[in-house]
Nanobody
Framework: QVQLVESGGGLVQAGGSLRLACAAS????????MGWVRQAPGKEREFVAA????????YYADSVKGRFTISRDNANNGVYLQMNSLKPEDTAVYYC????????????????????WGKGTLITVSS
């Protein structure tokens, strides 16, 4: 059974930084696409970033380009999201997601082509 567990959420002031981590278990994830999707209160899920398997191509939402960086540690089945220059509009629950079915970038909510999901971690950015 695949499990994705996020950590690193919390409260931060605008302009600050946070680093999210996702610990994956149940499979060998080096061949999986892994990423992050967020959901703000009252809004639909929004794609944030994704990394193809084996540290290949990365994708970012326009809203986070230049501020967020996704990285992976395939040896430890981990994926990370470094978030800098945070804005109040980044406030959301951030979900780790993974897909091993040959994922290609999908701009279709709510699942963006991802099969497996964590339970999410809340990021609150105060102004």
């Amino acid at each position: 059974q695949v499990q994705l567990v996020e950590s690193g959420g919390g409260l931060v002031q605008a302009g600050g930084s946070l680093r999210l981590a996702c610990a994956a278990s149940g499979r060998t994830f080096s061949s999986y696409a892994m990423g992050w999707v967020r959901q703000a209160p009252g809004k639909e899920r929004e794609f944030v970033a994704a990394s193809m398997w084996s540290g290949g191509r990365t994708y970012y939402a326009d809203s986070v380009k230049g501020r967020f960086t996704i990285s992976r540690d395939n040896a430890n089945n981990g994926v990370y999201l470094q978030m800098n220059s945070l804005k109040p509009e980044d406030t959301a629950v951030y979900y780790c997601a993974a897909d091993g079915r040959g994922w290609t970038y999908s701009n279709s909510p709510p699942n963006y082509g991802m099969e497996w999901w964590g339970k999410g971690t809340l990021i609150t950015v105060s102004s």
